[in-house]
T-cell receptor, first 113, second 112 residues
Framework: KQEVTQIPAALSVPEGENLVLNCSFT??????LQWFRQDPGKGLTSLLL?????REQTSGRLNASLDKSSGRSTLYIAASQPGDSATYLC????????????FGTGTLLAVQP | DAGVTQSPTHLIKTRGQQVTLRCSPK?????VSWYQQALGQGPQFIFQ???????QRGNFPDRFSGHQFPNYSSELNVNALLLGDSALYLC???????????FGDGTRLSIL
């Protein structure tokens, strides 16, 4: 059974710092991995999607890496801003007929001005 | 181009009642998945609909049922509501089952 773990559960940093969020998964047979952002009481916004054959994806100040063999992914946020404050969720898709997503419990990020 | 829309945004029910939540997928998407997100947790997969059929189901009891209409919109029905059903219910749509899922803002369901 696939399990996804995110560390740390919460993180507070001053504005301008670079930071790394961690995600680990127990079954390396994944189809893809996605990082999402969730603002309080809102739905999920997809940030980056990494296919199983890829090692990393970049979008602006965000960079996500994937190491399938070790069951790990990281989300790197450069030059953090108060607007980056949100919960960040990692999810893996196991392929198959539905490609259902299995989520971690998220990292709550607070960027202090 | 409208994204995934869900209604209602908030709902309050009492134990034992029944509820129906609605979802309209993003234009061009034919697959709808439903997730339950309890407070402080990640979303949990309930089920997925494609071509008006339930394709796969997560670990949820039969009180949770769904439907997909010919226009690809979908409903989630929950019977005999329990306090533990209080959660944010998220709908996600995709162009097909192996494409990225796009999420709506969810329906916040509170059970008193």
């Amino acid at each position: 059974k696939q399990e996804v773990t995110q560390i740390p559960a919460a993180l507070s940093v001053p504005e301008g710092e670079n930071l790394v969020l961690n995600c680990s998964f127990t079954d390396s047979a994944i189809y893809n991995l996605q990082w999402f952002r969730q603002d309080p009481g809102k739905g999920l916004t997809s940030l980056l999607l990494i296919q199983s054959s890829q090692r990393e994806q970049t979008s602006g100040r965000l960079n996500a890496s994937l190491d399938k063999s070790s069951g790990r992914s990281t989300l790197y946020i450069a030059a953090s801003q108060p607007g980056d404050s949100a919960t960040y969720l990692c999810a893996v898709a196991g392929g198959g007929a539905t490609n259902k997503l299995i989520f971690g419990t998220g990292t709550l990020l607070a960027v202090q001005p | 181009d409208a994204g995934v829309t869900q209604s209602p945004t908030h709902l309050i029910k009492t134990r034992g009642q029944q509820v129906t939540l609605r979802c309209s997928p993003k234009s061009g998407h034919d697959t709808v998945s439903w997730y339950q997100q309890a407070l402080g947790q990640g979303p949990q997969f309930i089920f997925q609909y494609y071509e008006e059929e339930e394709r796969q189901r997560g670990n949820f009891p039969d009180r949770f049922s769904g439907h997909q209409f010919p226009n690809y919109s979908s409903e989630l029905n929950v019977n005999a509501l329990l306090l533990g059903d209080s959660a944010l219910y998220l709908c996600a749509s995709s162009r097909s089952s192996n494409q990225p899922q796009h999420f709506g803002d969810g329906t916040r369901l509170s059970i008193l």
